[in-house]
């Protein structure tokens, strides 16, 4: 069973970014191999032996990067342990209860038989990129609703997941 893992985002302006690396870092203490790769700079995912893809959430879309990841690399994807995870709520909606995956990343989850998926709050911040982002921000609408602790959380029980099946091999 694996124990090198690729976390690999999508992301505009980085709160996506930072939270695979909040994710990677607890793969790490865990004592797995997690290296953190934007998704449009991954050639390859053979090397891995699971995978954690995620990505912002764009007007119920996963980021661009993110979705062209998922199409080249598709067929290698389905032969590894993998999970998803999306963020963007500008509320706390995600803290308070579980939301779905929206439809393209279902339909996603089900032809690569994906082990789980959770999405975060997001976060939108003065400097955003992007007329919409930066019109959001300026009538208030924005802020960081990320929840680290459930990150974590979450990343460690991916680690668990992997660890045990490495010692039932």
């Known amino acids: 069973m694996p124990t090198s893992v690729l976390v690999a985002y999508g992301t505009t ?9 909040a994710v990677a870092e607890v793969l ?3 004592g797995l191999t997690a290296d953190l790769l934007p998704a449009r700079s991954v050639v390859d995912v053979r090397p891995y032996g699971a995978v954690v893809l995620g990505s912002g959430l764009y007007a119920g879309r996963w980021h661009r990067d993110a979705r062209r990841f998922l199409s ?3 067929r290698q994807l389905a032969k590894r342990p993998l999970w998803f995870f999306s963020s963007g709520p500008l509320d706390a909606s995600a803290s308070e209860r579980d939301i779905p995956p929206v439809h393209g990343v279902r339909r996603a989850m089900i032809r690569l038989d994906v082990r789980g998926h959770v999405t975060f709050g997001g976060c939108l911040e003065e400097g955003a990129k992007g007329y919409i982002a930066q019109s959001i921000v300026r009538n208030g609408k924005g802020g ?13 029980r991916i680690a668990d997941e992997l660890l045990t099946a490495r010692e039932e091999d």
């Open 13 to 21: 302006n980085g709160s996506t970014a930072q939270i695979a690396e």
């Open 72 to 74: 080249r690399h598709g």
């Open 144 to 156: 960081d609703f990320r929840d680290f602790g459930a990150i974590e959380d979450w990343a460690a």
């Open 28 to 30: 790490r203490k865990a």
